[in-house]
Every structure is written in structure tokens, then in C-alpha cells.
């Protein structure tokens, strides 16, 4: 590797590349975007979250010289904690995300030894050789950010989640003057957002939500219940909005949601007065006509409000006939099946339900194809870096990049681990480094292990068979009957088992155990068909 | 309940209503419609399929005269063994249906005895106190089939599954003037699919696919892999015409598929010479430009050809830089994270991989709401029941019913289980006839046991602890180290756990056994916020 190559890194496994973490390099001083988590997929059993793999910088700690946060949700966000027990470097972040951190580190108790910073789009700061400008992005959280990067080897701008709405709730549109007058400087990369690449057209405005909530509004009888993410303080300001106008009282459920409500109210994020808020537990003492319930559980997480409501286990207060519900979401991928499973069974309560499918009242953060297409055309870089997505999202990218007039040659798709290197205005591919998952359960943080996922795996699949024998010490001679224990499995009630013991325990050279566990484990396949886990304990006696 | 009334029954647990199983009942005659299986949710561990609960039909098995299948499609014959072991009862099916029938049966054991009949789209026969006419509707298997079910309470229109194409694939639109004269003679209720209810305006015609295949066919300069479902033969027929067309000889791959072409093509439904196939070992001995491979795998299954494919671990031939991947389908709720696994994978291995999310390579077989509309206006019903669905697909169903001019109280959303009574012209809900869902794991059979679920997901989040400890039978005290073996879970070394015992020994009232299970699962969660199951054997030597 050559010492006047700009290093670009991003880190995360096999995740969204570059999404949760990217390292630019250059020297011997680094900077490292955003610091997220990644939920785990349905097979990924027993795993809370997960983060980027921060391997590469253990050694390399002191080169960092500055964390940039580019906004507030929990895939940008959501590891912070983590990387600052590795890295003490100072967080630069726009004002609510800066508030949204604190709120972070605060239940997490690494608030104290944080060096957090406040910047304001328009504002270049210097972190190592890196001078940093913050752009203002349109996006699902309000105060998002691209960057404009000059480095020692060119100009790049990435661009992080962003779209180009035009009349965003904080009418706060992107910065377009700014993007095109970095390409007057010329610009050598764009790290462009992927995510919606497969998107034909526009992401509409989130402003079309508001029609969708009028006409429910205006519709509803009873409670109004309107669930969605707790970081999505414009939705927010939307339901806010539609209660003052029809006549509710909003309050909001959830602590995460109401901390959020508290910092963007408090920073000027969230217009919201006294009077158009009331406790949750006053609310429910109201007409119901006169009152709207914001909650989180928009995923259908079993343990969230709405899950809790849509099976009656939440303490508050049930959902009735005549509820509306509202999800202002969409549900996250690999998780559908729960989100409709949720959304049946507050049917089935009695509520007239709204979703996505059904009536705008949600719409993407994140830019689709059309927008992309402006976001190269204004930024005119030479190289196109794909970001924010899966392989088949950076691949449909880089195909848009080549219609609006890339050439192939200049478009880089990398995955988690593959370094870019640019110098002399050339981009390269560099080495891969190693990374993996990294598993966060409970109080644990480790790598990923493919032997305990497979054992959960093949447990989760038919449970298992305890099998725990004595045996006479001097004659070998199987004493009592075998007792067997299962879990996950259903047996049915014979002497199969004590038979194949017994006719084991003659016929065993080597390991009696595990011959034991062998023959037992095959019985149970020919009659089953499956393979739950068999352990044996032989005991002599 | 009157034995003047007929009773609507639809069967199959939580699953989509009336989906795979109905039952029509009059007095103590009945008729069986479809006997389908569903594929089981994520979180439904080992499960390999589930079929609707019988035990409503066990004590009435002579009542049924007859078993109408509709179409082909696994959600709708992927139970019959299962029902015939059952029940003896003639099943009719159009000659395509009886065909992927007879292959599943071949491959069950359970052909010999049974009692096929072939049925023709215009056709009435007689089954017990029902005359039930076979009206052809237009889907994505061919052949399938409305039926006219003329009972002593009233005449019923039951869809099945069906869209409106215009132009299919085998030319043979659903038979409207037929449907339509129905409405002459009164149709007093409406059974329709709900499928696609939540979406706007009409499915697309699978017509639209040929422009896609033909655009991806001239572009693709390699092998071409078209991934789709066994039973999707109008979508074989456009795969072969494109080959045809582009001077390619087409090979089928898995078993299913293999069958399903020779079924096809020998009853008429498949139009495919000799000249135009080729098999799959002379496939891939010709030039990458010249070949078409078709084969199973479009939801991802790891065990599948595709998903193999997509592993490296398909023992005929692997993906190759400059193979073109067709997946004609979309994920089934549920398999959406799989498919786009797999399509990421495919992309990591050098395929240029098309899908329904950039390229129109699949349409729906479901009709959309405008053809929900207009199947309501053909038949003109005094009452509509939407099946085929979920809750909330029946739902938004009711509602294009109310848009369409049905009065509110002649819409009954019902779900599996619950009884819709017709006499006099009248419609009311009825008994809810107990039922739930029935596992299917590998040769086992059995109802839902949420115990034998719940271990299995105790297991799948954190694993195993298991401890076997000696005591001395007289002094009661510890005999070396307990042996503790772990099964994903990962147990840090230290000597806690004797500790632990020891410490336990002492105190433990009751049964030892149980209070230290207690005890180390509690030492654990402390220790790691993850609740392992732990298991302990005390041996007394």
C-alpha cells in the first residue's frame, strides 16, 4: 500500500456495505463515518443485534482522529457505544443527532467519557487531513447530512441516506446548490445511498402522508392509535399536525419514543406545545373521539406496544372496536411476516386497520432511480462508489451510473472488507481486510461462531433426547430402565430405546456413549424422520 | 343447527381462509373443496408442512361424495394423501389438475387407491345434493377452474384462485359470459379470492413477460438460468418460446420440474418439441450461448438447485462469470431475506440475475382489485364471502364490496373454523368447529403442541448447558469436577460452576436436581443475559 493513497473501508460483514461504518484512511490518520447496527436476519438465532466488526482498527486505534455521524437512526447510530470503547476519538454530529447520542449513551452509561461535538450543515470541519463539510440531506430524521470530503488525493462526497423531497415536513429540502457547486471543484467519488435503487422513478414527498391522515382522521370515530419508529420525529410532526387539526389530544407511549419527543421538542425539531399533549394516563380517561395514541411496535416486535396490544398483553389499555390503528412504516426485510401477523390480529380485535398497502401513509427516506440519476448529474464525479445496500442494490446502482454516462470502468462495487484506493486520481481496488459479523446477545459481543449457529440451528429444528443410564461397574449390565428426558421432541412411548441400549452395550467397541448416542440417534431417524440431538450419560454404579 | 341450512365451512387453523380446504355440508351429505398444505412461518421451527386440522370431517366421512380440486397449485393438492387416507371419496380434477394429482400420489404410495375423475371446463356433475359446474378462469397454472355450485339453499359462486388475463398464455381466458349468465339465474352468495385485494388496478397480463425474456435473451451473451416454480407450466411455455426464438435449446432441472414438463406436454397443456430440449449433461457440453437451463429454487431454498447454485454446492455445473439468472416469481411472504440472499450471492459469483423487482419477469396470478370489482358486477351475488386470504386481505375485499354496491350486512368476513349458515335465503354465522393447525414433520403428523414449539425456541435463542456431577453416596459431597458439556452456547472457562454446586449442595432442600438447575441458570443469565436451558445429572456413586 502506498503512503499517499486515500484508503476508503467500509466494515460490517456481509451486511449493507458501507452502511453502518466506513473508514477513510489516508496515512497514518483516519476517520471513521458513522457507527450502526444491524438487525439480524430469521436464522441468526438468538442474536439481540449486530455490529461492524472493528477488527481492522484494534490496532490502529490513535489514527483515528474523528467520528462523523451522519444522522440519527439506530443503523447509523446504534454502536456508538461500542466503537468509543475502542476509539477515543471526538463525535461530530448535526444537532439532534448529537441529541439523539447523548440519549444513547446516556442509558447505556458511556455518556461521561464521550467527546461529543455539535456541527451545522453548512460547516466544514478538519479531522486529520480531512476537511469535512457538512450538506443538509432530506431524509426520514430530520438535520441529515452528506459530506463533502476534501482529502489529500481529490474531492468526495458521500452522501449517506438521503432523498430530494422537495416540501419535507421541516421544509428543509437538500442542499442542491451546494452539491453542484462542489462538482465546479470537481469532484473524484461519489458514495451515493443504494438503498431504493431498485426503484423506478421518484420517492414521493413525505408531505403526501398528510392527506392519508386527514382522510383517516376524519373517518375515525374512536381512538386513533398511530404507530411508527421512534426516531421519526417528522411522522411525528405529521400525527401532531392531525391531531390539532381534528380536535385530539396526542400522547405518546414508549420510553424510547418519549425521550425522542422530549430532545426534538426541546432542540426546535418537534412543534408540538403543552396544550396538544396530554399524559397517556389522562388520555385514557378522555373521550375517544378526542384523542390520538402514538406508539412504537411499527415492526410488530412482540415485546413493542403494538405487538403487545395486537395479543392483549399490553398494561395500559387493550385495543376495542372502533380503534383505529395506523402503521407509518414499512416493515424492515425478513420481517414481514411479523408485521402482517400483527396487523391480522388487531383486525381480528376489532380495529379498522391502515398500512402501507392500503393508503399512503408512509413513504420511503431514501432516494429512488430518477433521484439518483440528479444526484450524479448534480456531483458529476469520475469514480461512482455504490453504498447503503446489498450487492444486488449496488449492482442496480452502478447500472443507473452507467445510463446517465459512467463509464464501467469508473464504477467501483465493493463489498464490506474490499479497500479503495485512490491516488493520483486513479481509484484501484486494494486488499480485502478480514471482518465478519460480530453478535451482540445479551451481555455478550463476539464473533460470529458457524458451529453455535448450526448447534442452535439443528436444535431449533426437532429439540433433543436426554438419555441417562446406569451401569452395574462390575458387570457392565444395564441397571433400572434407561431415564429418558426430551425437549422440543415428542416420543412416543416404547421400549425401543432401553432395547437398542442393551443391545449396545455388548455389541460397543471403543466410546460406549457415543456409540450409544449413534444407534439411538438412527432409530429415531428411520422412525421419525428426524434428527433431534441425543446426549447419553452412562453412569456406573 | 336446521338440517335445512347449508353449511360453509372453511378448514385450516390460522392459515388463509377457505385456502386449502372447504367444506360445503347439507344435511349429512358434503363436498370437499381443495386439499392444500401451507408452507410453515419462520418462526414455526422443524416444520416441514401443515395441513388443515380433519378432525371436523372424522366422525362424518361417509357424509362426503365427492372431492373437487380446483387447480394444481401445492396450496390447494399438497394435502390430498393426507385427506384420502381419510376420507374415500371420488376426487374430480380437469385432466392438467389430475395429472401433477396422480404424479404426487405416484410419489406418496397413495395412487392405487384412489378414485380419480377427470373433469372439463363447461362440465356439471352431480356430488351428493350439489350440482357443481366447472367454469375455467384464467391463473398460473393452467386449468383451472371457478365452480357454479347450484345447492338446495341457493346457487354459490366459489372462485377459487383467478385473475382476468385478457391475453394468457394458453390463450384460454376465464370463461366471463359463462360467470355472467350465472348471475341470470341469482347467485345468492360469492365466494371469491382475496389474494391481491390490497392491490390497485389490474394484474398485468402474463403476456407482459415475453417482452421482458426477449429483451434479457438478446442481452445475455452466456448460459441463461430461469428459476420459477414446478406447477408454473404457461411460464415453461414462455421460457421455451424465448429459446426457441433465440436459437437456444431449452434442458429442465429437479425432479418436479422434469415431471411436471412430461405431464404437461404429454396431456397438450406444454408446447415443446424434441428438436427444442435438450437434456441437462448435452446442455452443458454446448456452447454457454446456446442453452437454456430452467429448474426450481426461485424462493431461495438452500436445498434447491437454484439455491445450490448460489452456494457453489450443485454437483451438475456451477455459476460462471457471464451466466444471465432469471428468477420468474416472487417470494412467498416469509422468504423474501432467502431469495434476496440468494440473488446477492448469485451477483457474488459473476451472474448478471434479473427479478420482479427490476425487470417484469413475473406477474401475479391473482386477480387485483379492479378484477375483484368486476368478478362482484359479473355474478351480481346478494352475498359476498371473500376467501383466499388473510384477515386483512379479507378485509380490504369487504370494502371493495361495499365500493361496488353490497350492503355491509350481506359481506361476512369469516375465518377458518367459524360456520356460515344459508337458508331461506339467508345467510348467518353459524358454530365455530374447533381446529387448528396440523404440523407435518418428516413422518410424523400432529397438532400444533405450543409447549413442544416453545422448547424448541428456547433452544434455537441460546442453546444448552449440560452438567453431570457425582456425589459420593454416603458423605453426599462432590466427586471430582462436574463435566459440563455446552451445545450453542458458549460458556466462558472459570470454575463458578463448581462453586456453584458445592455451594448448593448444602442448601438445596427438595429435589438437588432442580435447585441447581436453578441456581447455574440463574449464575448464567447474571453473567450473560442469555437464558440457556441447563440441564443437571446427579449420579450417587
Redesign the interface.
Known amino acids: 500500500m502506498s503512503k499517499h493513497a486515500l484508503r476508503i473501508i467500509p466494515l460490517g460483514g456481509l451486511g449493507e456495505v458501507g452502511k453502518n461504518m466506513m473508514v477513510y484512511e489516508y496515512g497514518r490518520e483516519a476517520m471513521i463515518v458513522d457507527t450502526g447496527l444491524m438487525f439480524p436476519?430469521?436464522d441468526m438465532?438468538?442474536v439481540d443485534y449486530i455490529i461492524p466488526d472493528l477488527h481492522y482498527l484494534k490496532d490502529k486505534t490513535d489514527w483515528v482522529k474523528g467520528i462523523v455521524i451522519t444522522h440519527g437512526h439506530e443503523d447509523h447510530i446504534g454502536a456508538i457505544q461500542h466503537v468509543l470503547d475502542m476509539v477515543q476519538a471526538p463525535v461530530y454530529a448535526t444537532a439532534l443527532t448529537r441529541g439523539l447520542i447523548e440519549a444513547k449513551l446516556a442509558r447505556n452509561g458511556g455518556l461521561n467519557k464521550a467527546n461529543l461535538n455539535t456541527v451545522h450543515a453548512g460547516e466544514t470541519i478538519k479531522i486529520g487531513p480531512f476537511h469535512v463539510e457538512f450538506i443538509h440531506v432530506s431524509h426520514s430524521v430530520p438535520d441529515g447530512v452528506a459530506l463533502g470530503i476534501q482529502t489529500p488525493a481529490g474531492l468526495l462526497v458521500h452522501t449517506a441516506d438521503f432523498k430530494f423531497d422537495q416540501t419535507p415536513v421541516d421544509n428543509w429540502p437538500t442542499d442542491f446548490a451546494r452539491l453542484a457547486s462542489l462538482s465546479e471543484k470537481g469532484v473524484l467519488a461519489l458514495l451515493s445511498d443504494s438503498t431504493n435503487s431498485?426503484?423506478a422513478s421518484w420517492t414521493p414527498s413525505e408531505r403526501v402522508i398528510d392527506g392519508a391522515l386527514d382522510e383517516i382522521f376524519s373517518e375515525a370515530q374512536g381512538r386513533i392509535i398511530v404507530a411508527s419508529f421512534a426516531s421519526l420525529i417528522s411522522r411525528m410532526q405529521q400525527v401532531v399536525n392531525a391531531a390539532s387539526q381534528h380536535g385530539r389530544k396526542i400522547t405518546f407511549a414508549g420510553t424510547s419514543m418519549v425521550d425522542n419527543v422530549k430532545i426534538a421538542s426541546k432542540l426546535g425539531y418537534l412543534d408540538i406545545s403543552d396544550q396538544e399533549q396530554v399524559p397517556l394516563d389522562q388520555a385514557l380517561k378522555m373521550p375517544d373521539d378526542q384523542i390520538v395514541i402514538m406508539c412504537t411496535g411499527s415492526q410488530g416486535e412482540p415485546g413493542s406496544i403494538l405487538g403487545r396490544l395486537s395479543t392483549d398483553r399490553y398494561y395500559q389499555f387493550n385495543i376495542q372496536e372502533g380503534d383505529t390503528v395506523i402503521l407509518s412504516s414499512h416493515p424492515i426485510?425478513?420481517n414481514?411476516?411479523t408485521v402482517?401477523?400483527t396487523?391480522?390480529r388487531l383486525?381480528?380485535r376489532g380495529a379498522s386497520?391502515f398500512?402501507e398497502?392500503?393508503a399512503p401513509v408512509h413513504v420511503s427516506g431514501h432516494a429512488s432511480q430518477e433521484e439518483l440519476k440528479m444526484m450524479i448529474n448534480l456531483v458529476k464525479p469520475k469514480y461512482l462508489i455504490p453504498i447503503h445496500g446489498?450487492?444486488?442494490h449496488l449492482?442496480?446502482h452502478a447500472e443507473i451510473g452507467r445510463r446517465v454516462g459512467i463509464p464501467t470502468e469508473n464504477i467501483f462495487v465493493i463489498?464490506n472488507g474490499q479497500v479503495l484506493e485512490i491516488e493520483d486520481g486513479q481509484a484501484r481496488l486494494g486488499e480485502r481486510v478480514p471482518g465478519t459479523y460480530v453478535f451482540v446477545?445479551?451481555?455478550?459481543v463476539?464473533e460470529i461462531?458457524t458451529n453455535?449457529?448450526r448447534?442452535?440451528?439443528?436444535?431449533?429444528?426437532?429439540?433433543?433426547v436426554?438419555v441417562?443410564l446406569?451401569l452395574n461397574e462390575q458387570t457392565g449390565k444395564l441397571r433400572g430402565e434407561p431415564e429418558i428426558?426430551t425437549?422440543?421432541?415428542?416420543l412416543k412411548p416404547d421400549n425401543t430405546i432401553t432395547e437398542l441400549v442393551v443391545n449396545n452395550l455388548s455389541r460397543a467397541n471403543g466410546n460406549l456413549q457415543q456409540s450409544l448416542q449413534k444407534a439411538i440417534q438412527s432409530y429415531l431417524y428411520e422412525?421419525?424422520?428426524?434428527r433431534p440431538?441425543v446426549?447419553v450419560?452412562v453412569?456406573?454404579?
Open positions: 436476519e430469521n438465532l438468538g431498485v426503484r426485510p425478513g414481514e411476516e402482517f401477523r396487523i391480522n383486525f381480528r386497520v398500512y398497502e392500503i446489498e450487492l444486488r449492482k442496480q463489498e446477545e445479551g451481555a455478550d463476539q461462531s453455535v449457529m448447534e442452535r440451528e439443528n436444535l431449533s429444528q426437532s429439540g433433543l436426554l441417562k446406569n428426558t425437549y422440543g421432541f415428542i422412525e421419525t424422520r428426524r440431538m446426549f450419560t453412569n456406573r454404579v
